[in-house]
């Protein structure tokens, strides 16, 4: 979509002040016991009725751009779109430094590659990060091939990103995580039967989840006696696994492309993770399997045949991996 994101930035008049790196600020980091506070309350003047307009208007506009190519914004806007009822004037400097990041990254490109037109979902959710306690869900669909473990995984441009806040208050992360592969699930089962449709017959659809309390429940491989107080509608994966329409399967966090849909990042990790998501000249085309967590043995870690570092989400990218085949050794 050449040419949008300067229309829209003309039209509200906006100048860029300073490059951003990150749509949206996610604030200092908290540790330990505080990581599960709720965020402070806004105490900041609120805006008048063309404020008000103005947040509305920046993200109704740019909510289409973010969902048809930068998929990067979708959680920015969505913090933003939670606000836009009573927006105050912190609201709107959020706004002012949205729309710096989009001047900074005007143009965002997919590039599709040619692939045995296999769905991948990736999901993924974050615990207690939405306002009034709520958690986000996040999926990555693309089309690829059927991913074997062991090996790397082929990437191609994403045909949907989900970000959404669940509407149900989770009681734990293994709840959120299941509402996630909920949500998840249903846009892959209608995108399946429109591949089928198309002639492109589909094995039972590999949803990447990163929570094995979930992937257990779903695989009914643990004790589900605690469960019962979670959404009973989430329980509709069950079936969904049992007749081999979805492949549900526990892989770690760090290789999983729906965590950056589910939380707010500082500009370095947006910059670092960004080929990913959009095409640049960096962009790999597979994804490296990353080590599960009882491969280490204590402090030391695998020097640099692990492309994943401190735990990282998605790896650095070095020169081997931006080739079509498999990582030389």
Known sequence: MPG??????TRYGHVLKRKQLTPYDPGPVRFGKASQDLPPPDT???LDKKGKKRVQQVVGSFLYYGRAVDTTILVALSEIAGQQ???TEHTMRRVNSFLDYMATHPAAV???HASDMVLNVHSDASYLTATGARSRAGGHFFLGS?????CPIRLNGAILSLSTILKCVAASAAEAELGALFLNAQEAKIMRLTLEEMGHPQPPTP?????????GIVQNTIKRQRSRAMNMRYFWLLCQEAQRILAIRHHPGQ???GDYQTKLFNGAHHSRVRPFYQHT???PQVLPRAQRPSVRRGCVESGNKDPYMRRNPLPWIPTRYRTHGAPAA
């Open 207 to 215: 949803i990447h989840c990163d929570n094995t309390t979930a992937v």
């Open 4 to 9: 949008y994101v300067h229309k829209q930035l």
């Open 255 to 257: 290789e999983n492309l």
């Open 146 to 150: 059927l991913p074997q473990d062991g």
């Open 85 to 87: 009822s009573n927006p």
């Open 281 to 283: 000249r960096d962009s």
């Open 44 to 46: 900041s003047k609120p």
């Open 110 to 112: 997919i590039r599709y």
